[in-house]
């Protein structure tokens, strides 16, 4: 049995922020395939033992069950005393980047991806609106890293991994995202040349 179990899937880029942080830790974990695509996170029973949110990822450890990717990357950042805040002013950078994440950077891309790159919807109002808004989160990220080659404290951090969740796929989005945040994509090639990178498809299983 390894020490971390990450409940996942190929496809999410939510669970790929967790993949990857437990991979550049180096720690004993392994990937334990979600049924997504089946209605596995819809269950009671997935509900009732592993995530009321009805939510991928989860991340099972010593006893604890955590899921929130950005809950996940503190905790793991707290155990391994990896890529974790520096100072409490860090903490509190690296939360506001993480929330940022969540409600707008992450969230808007990640569902115009789900309908335009892998349900396939053709460009409809909704579309048209979800990539004017990752849009306008990408430029905030864009411009923040026009001036500093990470998100916080100079050096990568948990806040990098959350923010690039979404960053290696590369299903259609209408969004030419290297083109338009050059800045950006230059930060998706500084991550991928961390020791032990690796991508979404070679940490996590697909069906
Ligand atoms: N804020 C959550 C988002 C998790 C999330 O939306 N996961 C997707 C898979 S990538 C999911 O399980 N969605 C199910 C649903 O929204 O019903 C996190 O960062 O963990």
């Known amino acids: 049995m390894p020490d971390f179990v990450l409940h996942c899937f190929g496809e999410s880029g939510n669970s790929y922020k967790a993949a990857l942080m437990l991979e550049l830790c180096g720690v004993d974990w392994e990937p334990k395939f979600v049924p997504y695509f089946a209605g596995a996170t819809q269950t009671g029973e997935w509900r009732a033992s592993l995530n009321e949110m009805g939510e991928a990822p989860v991340l099972e450890h010593d006893g604890q069950t955590l899921s929130q990717s950005g809950v996940i990357l503190d905790y793991l950042a707290e155990v391994t005393g990896k890529f974790g805040p520096a100072s409490a002013q860090e903490r ?116």
Do not use: C, Q
């Open 92 to 207: 509190r950078e690296i939360l506001r980047w993480t929330l940022f994440d969540n409600h707008k950077f992450t969230s808007y891309y990640a569902t115009l991806r789900f309908l335009y790159g892998l349900k396939n919807t053709g460009e409809t109002e909704l579309t048209t609106w979800l990539r004017g808004r990752a849009r306008a989160a990408y430029a905030v990220v864009d411009k923040h890293l026009a001036e500093d080659k990470w998100l916080v404290g100079g050096r990568p951090t948990i806040a990098d991994f959350s923010l690039a969740g979404y960053a290696y796929y590369t299903e259609p989005s209408g969004m030419d995202r290297a083109a338009e945040f050059p800045h950006w994509d230059a930060w998706t090639r500084r991550l991928a040349d961390l020791p032990g990178w690796k991508g979404p498809w070679d940490l996590m299983p697909v069906k």
